[in-house]
């Protein structure tokens, strides 16, 4: 009888556990029934922060300015989250306004930047449209004419070249989803910048390789989508490696954080490592705000702990939404998701 009652005890302890790694762990009981799973109440929250329901800005002394790169993470966030697809939608409307795009990619001639074209490709395949046709823009024959022949994707810009591991790692990602694929030297390429200790750097050639959280959870991703499982798995690995006591991930600023630990949690879900995984969404767990904060940041996710900070909590919570999914950028779609920015029922 003794031996029973421990046996139901222990499964009762296993069941409990594995709960609280499901997708759905609610903020409160309550929560759940109105608001739904924790990426549900963060993307909810972050549909609620977009200026006019459609953007991001950024303030630099006194002035607004468009910040399109933050408004694509809120589509990737949305979609990811099943939820907001009329925010979604109104977003990536406004990111392809010829202006807002414009200011974004480059006039196509004189400038053209890598990261923001492939970054802008793939939020456009993922919301389902076509990226070939961008208002006129094709955003696909313009990211291949910038792939050099080493098969880097580089900018083209009077003001230099700045594209780096996630430039390249969008473009593979965005390229994957077109009928012709990936160019093999441009994956080559990326996988060539892995540094001794198994990471990816942030830019490459330099004198020390020093591997980076977030360039790697994009490069492995990257990886993983043009086959190339070997290279990616070293990634992995280094991500293991790292990975905090408490679950999280620090990024060169040496502390732990949402925005490192969302992107690792993501690549680490996709590549199947379902424990590393599991510790780094319960570290995003811990930064999302709940019924005992202010009613307006409810669902929202801290950057690393400390006090709520509004300035940096819609980057924070649009990454760290994706790693409380897991759900990778090659595998990522808006098919399905609902209308409306869900909000916590908070007693």
């Given at each position: 009888m003794v031996v029973r009652r421990s046996r139901h005890r222990l499964l009762a302890l296993l069941c409990g556990v594995l709960a609280a790694l499901t997708l759905g762990t609610?903020?409160?009981?309550?929560?759940?029934?109105?608001?739904?799973s924790r990426p549900e109440a963060a993307a909810g929250w972050l549909a609620r922060q977009l200026v006019d329901g459609e953007r991001f800005e950024v303030v630099f002394d006194g002035v607004a300015y468009p910040d399109q790169g933050?408004?694509?993470?809120?589509?990737?966030?949305f979609a990811t989250a099943g939820v907001a697809d009329d925010y979604g939608a109104g977003a990536l409307a406004w990111v392809t306004r010829p202006d807002i795009r414009d200011g974004y990619l480059g006039d196509g001639t004189t400038e053209v930047y890598a990261g923001a074209t492939a970054k802008l490709a793939l939020a456009v395949q993922v919301r389902g449209g076509d990226p070939t046709d961008v208002g006129g823009v094709d955003l696909i024959a313009r990211l291949r004419s910038i792939q050099s022949p080493s098969g880097r994707f580089t900018d083209r810009s009077a003001f230099g070249d700045f594209s780096n591991a996630f430039s390249q790692s969008f473009a593979v990602l965005a390229l994957d989803r077109t009928a012709t694929g990936v160019p093999s030297t441009a994956a080559a390429w990326l996988a060539g910048t892995r540094?001794?200790?198994?990471?990816?750097?942030v830019?490459?050639?330099?004198?020390?390789?020093t591997s980076d959280v977030d360039a790697t959870a994009m490069a492995v991703q990257?990886?993983?989508?043009?086959?190339?499982?070997?290279?990616?798995a070293a990634g992995l690995g280094w991500l293991v490696s790292v990975q905090g006591t408490d679950g999280g991930f620090a990024n060169a600023a040496g502390a732990p954080n949402a925005n490192s630990t969302g992107l690792a949690a993501q690549a680490l879900r996709?590549?199947?490592?379902?424990?590393?995984?599991?510790?780094?969404?319960?570290?995003?767990?811990?930064?999302?705000v709940g019924c005992a904060s202010a009613p307006a940041d409810w669902?929202?996710?801290d950057f690393d702990g400390g006090a709520f900070d509004p300035t940096t909590a819609p980057r924070a919570t649009a990454q760290a939404v994706l790693g409380l999914t897991g759900i990778g950028y090659a595998r990522l779609s808006a098919a399905g998701a609902g209308?409306?920015?869900?909000?916590?029922?908070c007693r």
């Amino acid at each position: 009888m003794v031996v029973r009652r421990s046996r139901h005890r222990l499964l009762a302890l296993l069941c409990g556990v594995l709960a609280a790694l499901t997708l759905g762990t609610p903020m409160a009981a309550a929560a759940e029934r109105a608001g739904g799973s924790r990426p549900e109440a963060a993307a909810g929250w972050l549909a609620r922060q977009l200026v006019d329901g459609e953007r991001f800005e950024v303030v630099f002394d006194g002035v607004a300015y468009p910040d399109q790169g933050l408004t694509l993470d809120a589509v990737f966030a949305f979609a990811t989250a099943g939820v907001a697809d009329d925010y979604g939608a109104g977003a990536l409307a406004w990111v392809t306004r010829p202006d807002i795009r414009d200011g974004y990619l480059g006039d196509g001639t004189t400038e053209v930047y890598a990261g923001a074209t492939a970054k802008l490709a793939l939020a456009v395949q993922v919301r389902g449209g076509d990226p070939t046709d961008v208002g006129g823009v094709d955003l696909i024959a313009r990211l291949r004419s910038i792939q050099s022949p080493s098969g880097r994707f580089t900018d083209r810009s009077a003001f230099g070249d700045f594209s780096n591991a996630f430039s390249q790692s969008f473009a593979v990602l965005a390229l994957d989803r077109t009928a012709t694929g990936v160019p093999s030297t441009a994956a080559a390429w990326l996988a060539g910048t892995r540094c001794p200790d198994g990471g990816y750097p942030v830019l490459p050639d330099q004198p020390v390789c020093t591997s980076d959280v977030d360039a790697t959870a994009m490069a492995v991703q990257a990886l993983r989508a043009a086959d190339r499982p070997a290279d990616a798995a070293a990634g992995l690995g280094w991500l293991v490696s790292v990975q905090g006591t408490d679950g999280g991930f620090a990024n060169a600023a040496g502390a732990p954080n949402a925005n490192s630990t969302g992107l690792a949690a993501q690549a680490l879900r996709d590549g199947r490592r379902p424990l590393a995984w599991a510790r780094a969404r319960a570290f995003l767990a811990e930064l999302q705000v709940g019924c005992a904060s202010a009613p307006a940041d409810w669902g929202a996710v801290d950057f690393d702990g400390g006090a709520f900070d509004p300035t940096t909590a819609p980057r924070a919570t649009a990454q760290a939404v994706l790693g409380l999914t897991g759900i990778g950028y090659a595998r990522l779609s808006a098919a399905g998701a609902g209308p409306g920015a869900p909000v916590p029922a908070c007693r």
